[in-house]
């Protein structure tokens, strides 16, 4: 890690660190992946981040500008398009996960979703077989397979 005695600050470079990858994955570069699982036959664009304790199923697709948290879980054939953001902590009682006890959620993305580009995705549960608008809020559990969009997500 180059450090920059006049400026005083550190320069970490993106990185790619304790990933589990599957068969086939395609990654452009630059990306942050770390203590995550890949499966076969991703697609990861630029400029994504996956946290630790994230898996990625199979045949699945993330584009460009896209940040998936800690504690998430996406099935097989799923797309995710650009600028999509996963939240792990609904700041409950005004307080950081980190404070107070809080804990930070789990999210669990089914198979064959898709997620338009822009949307917000808060800890929740997405059954299989559905597609999410491009620029909504998913703040609620979707259990019924169909198209959701808006702020908040609601069924079409």
Do not use: W
């Amino acid at each position: 890690m180059p450090v920059n005695k006049k400026k005083k600050f550190n320069l970490i470079e993106n990185s790619i660190k304790n990933v589990k990858f599957g068969k086939n994955v395609k990654i452009i570069s630059p990306v942050n992946l770390y203590d995550c699982t890949i499966g076969d036959n991703v697609f990861i664009g630029p400029f994504v981040e996956i946290q630790k304790n994230v898996k990625i199923g199979k045949n699945s697709k993330i584009q460009s500008h896209t940040f998936i948290c800690e504690n998430t879980l996406i099935e097989d054939n799923v797309f995710i398009g650009h600028g999509v953001m996963f939240v792990n902590d609904r700041f409950k009682n005004g307080l950081r996960a980190s404070q107070k006890n809080n804990k930070l959620e789990n999210t669990v993305i089914g198979e064959n979703v898709n997620i338009g580009s822009n949307s917000t995705i808060l800890p929740v549960n997405i059954c299989k077989n559905v597609t999410i608008g491009a620029a909504s809020l998913v703040a609620k559990d979707i259990n019924l397979k169909g198209i959701y969009y808006g702020v908040p997500a609601k069924k079409s």
